[in-house]
């Protein structure tokens, strides 16, 4: 290559971006984000419930697609709450990340990635807890087919019960839609300068964390996921 173009490549490169570009590429966000889901997971969940429904369960999407914008409200919401309970910001980090995640990690920002239950069976209360999933509960029949025959649809369970399994806690109704969600995975892991992002996007308590405390979020609460979503 010659000298000049190389120069200016790395001029470029090196410029600070826009913040809405770097937003898109470290969350993987597409530019309508009323997209409750991309569009080839959003079909092939349609024909795995058309399948399931043969069998009586009628799988329901509960929450797909989720902005930067909406998962930092709710981060910054829990912050003040523990902040106002006199926890200390890494002890309220660590609390916040045992269910939420911190603002631009969400999968659920790929579109690939949703919570799922059975809408043939009445409940009351939260829907998303594993109790639900388990013993009497009554989403068992969904979680048994869905053992059976998600993989079938490209569908994966993505925080399992598994005892190697770090960062957050087992979530029988999260599943992802491996074939796209696989390279936004290794995308982001490869293509995402975290520390500085997180840094400067208006989310509380980043300026208090330190990075050991974030690069270890990074290890084991981003890379701990079901390991048939991160292999190619
Ligand atoms: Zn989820």
Not at 145 to 158: C, S
Request: proline content about 4%; glycine content about 6%.
């Amino acid at each position: 290559m010659n000298k000049i173009v190389t120069i200016i490549l790395i001029l470029f490169v090196s410029l600070p971006q826009q913040d809405s570009d770097n937003l898109k590429k470290l969350t993987g966000q597409y530019a309508n984000p009323k997209n409750a889901l991309e569009q080839d997971a959003q079909a092939a969940l349609e024909k795995m419930q058309k399948a399931a429904l043969k069998d009586g369960i009628q799988i329901r999407l509960v929450s797909g697609y989720r902005s930067f914008n909406r998962q930092r409200e709710i981060w910054n919401r829990k912050y003040d709450k523990y902040t106002a309970q006199g926890l200390k910001p890494d002890a309220i980090f660590d609390k916040i990340v045992e269910y939420s995640t911190v603002p631009g990690t969400s999968r659920h920002h790929w579109g690939t990635d949703m919570d799922l239950i059975d809408g043939a069976v009445k409940v009351s209360g939260d829907v998303l807890v594993p109790d639900k999933y388990h013993g009497k509960g009554p989403f068992c029949k969904f979680k048994d087919w869905m053992e059976n025959h998600a993989t079938t649809y490209g569908f994966e369970l993505v925080y399992t019960m598994s005892e190697q399994r770090t960062g957050f806690k087992y979530e029988p109704w999260h599943y992802s839609y491996v074939p796209l969600s696989r390279k936004r995975y290794n995308d982001y892991l490869t293509q995402v300068d975290l520390l500085p992002f997180l840094r400067s996007q208006n989310i509380k308590g980043m300026d208090k964390i330190s990075d050991a405390r974030l690069k270890r979020y990074l290890e084991e609460h981003i890379k701990g996921v079901n390991p048939v979503l991160k292999n190619n």
